[in-house]
């Protein structure tokens, strides 16, 4: 039977920090091995950021991008967006930091990312073993037997880095949870975030491929409930675009709300006065034009047909005198233009999964408070970010801390 100091199961972004980390601070001595259940490690990494890999954000200390459990801060905390850049520097990755203080690899490649990762596991004595699906795991003498199909390991500590759910195509198909309940631990309600929003496909379909700047709010019961701004993107049953994304938590959160819907202020930079200023002003010229026409101006073109729809209950409204009540009713459409929410698109569209392990079962080192020697990190746990970077950052930091805190455990015996 093969045998490890310290196994870490899940070769994804928080399993290769943490084993990095637990090499790094068990020293040569210590055996670390990586247990993924995929062909090669680091398969859903290369998909982040659209292949560029945004790995850290420099806003990502600030606890205000997370969501679930809040005793994450005590992590984030201790692992800076600094302390991450000079982490990759001295793995040898050079960065670099575009807009919104998103930090991507310098060549904007993730296969950057993930060679850096695999050479210094390589380096630091790391044992990778790929194809090893584990599906049970025991405690036995003073560590952990874990199984697959076709082999066991025995390790004298064990960290959890599985993923969650989303994005099953790169293997992560909720299987940590399983192992995490078979070890005693909750798992709370997981659903979808960072995923497109559904709504009706009969308002969509026809500006499907259309992309537009706006303000979005999600608003349930009569409450607005989160608001963010960004390009909007429709599609031909949902609403995307990353400011969707940034309310997409909060739908899966509330759950076949009442009356939910999104909504979308076309003109965010000007007021409903100034908006119906401009387009009073607009319309003196307008001579024979349809509002439609009018709005061509202002917005694309299968959105002013829609729109119109949606204020005027048609498209080919004279644009010309437009009454004060015509100019109000397009304004007030404008400034929130509204779309049913029908729940989101599933696992196979999502970049994060919301919900898991909560921390009050772990110390703050990550260390289970249900299962001793065992530590778990990354998607498995109750904890998601926004976009920008902000889900990445949490599986270094938590992976690190799990990583350093595992194999500190082992010199005590």
Known sequence: MQKADLAVVGGGASGMAAALAAARAGGRGTSVAVLEKNDRVGKKLLLTGNGRCNLTNRCAGESSH????????????????????????????????LDGGRIYPYSLQAASVLNVLRRNLDRRGVETVCGFDVKSIQRSHGGFLLSSPQRELFARRLILAAGGSACP????????????????????????????????????????????????????????????????QFTENALSGICIFELSRCVGEVRAPKNAEILLDLFPE???????????????????????????????KALTIELSKSALGGASTPAGRLSDETLDRLVSAAKGYAFPVRGTLSWDHAQVTAGGVPLSELTERLESKKCGGLYLCGELLDVDGDCGGYNLHWAWASGVTAGRAAAESLKGG
């Open 66 to 97: 997370y969501h679930g459990d809040a005793a994450a801060h005590r992590i984030l905390k201790d692992f800076s967006p600094e302390q991450a850049l000079l982490l990759f520097q001295k793995l040898g990755l050079l960065c670099r930091e």
């Open 270 to 300: 000007h007021s409903p006065e100034k908006l119906k200023e401009l387009l009073r002003a607009a319309s003196v010229g307008a001579g024979g034009w349809t509002v439609s026409q009018l709005l061509e101006g202002f917005l694309p």
């Open 169 to 232: 195509r790169s293997g992560s198909d909720g299987g940590g949870a399983l192992l995490a309940k078979a070890l005693g631990h909750t798992v709370g309600p997981l659903f979808p975030s960072l995923v497109q929003v559904k709504t009706d496909p009969a308002r969509v379909r026809p500006l499907k491929g259309v992309r537009c700047p706006a303000a979005v709010s999600f608003r349930a019961e009569g409450k607005i409930l989160r608001a963010s701004a960004g390009e909007v």
